[in-house]
């Protein structure tokens, strides 16, 4: 690569880390808001059933497994094996597709919605969580369609390196959300 390519692509990871700092500032807000909201209930939240636990764990298994698929499909096209790259690529937008599909159905059969605040900040912490999810799945999306037509290779993968780097953000974000929302 050129200096000015090599410049421009360090500008170009420079401005996602700046991107995914200011997301995980207001991330860390909606957490905080969350615990305040709970240490002040006058009453206990209801027990959440077995089935209301165990499916967003199996959704939160399912987006940790993505981060896995997305790291092998940006070693793959490093490598300049395309084949390899979309078939990883393509089981990172499959798992991300069932996370979100959890998600929604959480947003809407909230198990807190009578709770009043607490209920609402729940489904304000999915629903921005799932917004981000959706957005960043259809940049998954337009990396595995452009890749098809073989726009990436082991010289030039910006756009299969940003597409990552925002999965594993949108990653983080949630185990930080599901953490909070489930376990504590």
């Given at each position: 690569m050129t200096r000015e390519e090599l410049l421009a692509l360090k500008n170009k990871r420079t401005?996602?880390?700046v991107f995914q700092i200011?997301?995980?500032?207001?991330?860390?807000?909606?957490?905080?808001v969350c615990l305040h909201i709970r240490g002040?209930?006058?009453t206990a939240l209801p027990e959440l059933t077995p089935v209301q636990f165990a499916i967003p764990l199996l959704a939160t298994l399912a987006i940790i497994a993505s981060g896995f698929t997305a790291g092998r499909a940006m070693g793959?096209?490093?490598k300049d094996d395309r084949a390899a790259f979309l078939s990883m690529w393509q089981l990172t937008i499959v798992l991300g597709g069932a996370f979100l599909a959890v998600m929604i159905a959480i947003f809407f059969y909230n198990p807190y919605l009578e709770t009043g605040l607490y209920g609402q900040i729940f489904r304000v912490m999915i629903g921005y969580h799932a917004v981000h999810a959706v957005a960043i799945g259809w940049w998954l999306i337009q990396v595995f369609m452009n890749a098809r037509h073989g726009a990436y290779s082991a010289e030039n993968y910006w756009g299969v390196?940003?597409?990552a780097r925002l999965w594993y953000f949108v990653i983080v974000a949630w185990v930080l959300f599901y953490i909070v929302l489930y376990l504590i």
């Open positions: 401005l996602v880390t200011s997301w995980i500032m207001v991330f860390v807000c909606l957490v905080v002040n209930l006058a793959a096209i490093r390196e940003a597409g």
